[in-house]
């Protein structure tokens, strides 16, 4: 068996990944996935490299208490995260929320829930070289807040 939660500097095959999903359930009758990639501009400014950091064990534990919660929410069979960490270039696979149900509704509500928690509580920080050479820190956003707190999760992150 999988493990729900996998902080990696290697690629991922995200048909692999469904695939073992899906495999170990019959009663899985929906995947949700979200995959989310590096993108070449970043508020108006070219990108040429994303490097990214975490807290090994603390951010693995973090994100396994997301899915707690996701499975507490709705209902969904499982879940999987993959986050990649280190140097990654424009167009690199950057994460994996895969999430399984028996019917599509719960695991696009669980996948969208698993993911707006991901961008505002998971413990990763983004560092972004522009296409000048300068390097700068990318700090979290309102519009991530106001996307956790429609769930219920108050957790001002922005401009902190």
Known sequence: M????SIQTEDFDLSGEVAALRAADPAVG?????LGTVR????GQGISV???????RMTEKSIEAMIDEALKRFDI???????RVGVLQPLDQIVL??????????????????????????????KETLADGSAR????????????????????????
Request: proline share 5%; aromatic share 12%.
């Open 50 to 56: 994303m490097e990214l950091e975490h807290y090994p």
């Open 40 to 43: 070449d501009r970043n508020d």
């Open 97 to 126: 929320v895969a999430v399984s149900s028996a019917h599509r509704g719960q695991s696009f509500q669980a996948c969208e829930f698993l993911m707006d928690y991901l961008k505002t509580q998971a413990p990763f920080w983004k």
């Open 2 to 5: 999988q493990p729900r939660v």
């Open 137 to 160: 820190w990318v700090d979290a956003r309102v519009s991530d807040d106001a996307a956790l707190a429609r769930w219920g999760i108050a957790a001002p992150n922005a401009g902190v």
């Open 30 to 34: 929906a995947v949700c996935t979200f």
């Open 77 to 83: 069979r499982a879940a999987r995260v993959i986050h």
